[in-house]
């Protein structure tokens, strides 16, 4: 029961293909997505450190960008310009809700996608140690699965959709304790450094919730690309600061 959590909850947030796949059973295990994100981070992270014997530079930080974003298939970067485009529009959370529906993305989302990614590559390029580059990356990943599963126990719907499924099923107290769980196992074993997870918990609940707010107001509550947009920029912000440390 908990493999075929697991499974279906991999297949979701990455490419990779699975049996499993039941929109139900992966909002019920919506509390794994840290260790999902613990998995996708060792993955890269394994990667990432036979990458730094080879690359440098800029390039490092492209091809180890391109990978963080396509292993998750674009999914959550189309949700943080879907939400872009959705916060810049004027009008009614209905006609906020069709537009931020629309399969086309708006100049809004597409500029913060390009700063997004070029962002990224900057700050990977920045990380000159390759044990930090690993643990900055599981962190990373980590951390920002974590801040979807924290805005849907805090959160309400903003209006009928999946995200309604994810965000009832993450309103289970014993379901979020065991996901805070495998974050704190997980920021004991990989972090480098205890200021550093300390600022990185710090500044993940504070843009978790402040995006919360912001969707509040802006839409009535949150949808799946308030919560997508949340694990993008989570994880941007995570690599931000560890410049300071």
């Not at 794994?32 to 440098?56: T, V």
């Not at 399969?103 to 930090?132: E, H, N, W």
């Not at 849907?152 to 996901?179: D, H, P, Q, R, T």
Request: net charge positive; charged share 10%.
């Amino acid at each position: 029961m908990v493999f075929n959590g697991i499974s279906s909850v991999l297949s979701f947030l990455t490419i990779i293909p699975t049996k499993s796949y039941d929109i139900t059973i992966i909002a019920q295990n919506m509390y794994l997505f840290p260790l999902i994100g613990l998995i996708i981070g060792l993955a890269i992270g394994i990667l990432s450190f036979f990458l730094f014997s080879i690359f440098e530079g800029f390039l490092l930080g492209f091809i180890i960008t391109a990978v963080i974003m396509g292993i998750t298939g674009l999914h959550h970067s189309d949700a943080l310009a879907d939400l872009a485009d959705g916060l810049m529009v004027k009008g009614s959370f209905e006609f906020k809700h069709k537009v931020m529906s629309d399969p086309r993305i708006g100049t809004a989302g597409t500029v913060v996608l390009i700063f997004y990614i070029i962002g990224m590559i900057i700050l990977v390029t920045s990380i000159d140690d390759k044990s930090k580059l690993i643990s900055v990356i599981i962190i990373g990943e980590v951390l920002s699965r974590y801040s979807m599963v924290l805005q849907c126990y805090l959160g309400k719907s903003a209006w009928k959709g999946m995200n309604s499924l994810f965000i009832k099923e993450m309103k289970n107290k014993k379901k979020f304790l065991v996901s805070n769980l495998i974050l704190l196992i997980s920021l004991i074993i990989f972090g480098y450094n205890f200021y550093y997870i300390i600022a990185c918990l710090i500044t993940m609940l504070s843009s978790s919730i402040i995006l919360l707010l912001i969707a509040n107001r802006s839409f009535g509550g949150i949808s799946g690309d308030t919560i997508g947009a949340t694990n993008e920029i989570s994880r941007f912000l995570i690599y931000l600061i560890h410049i300071n440390f």
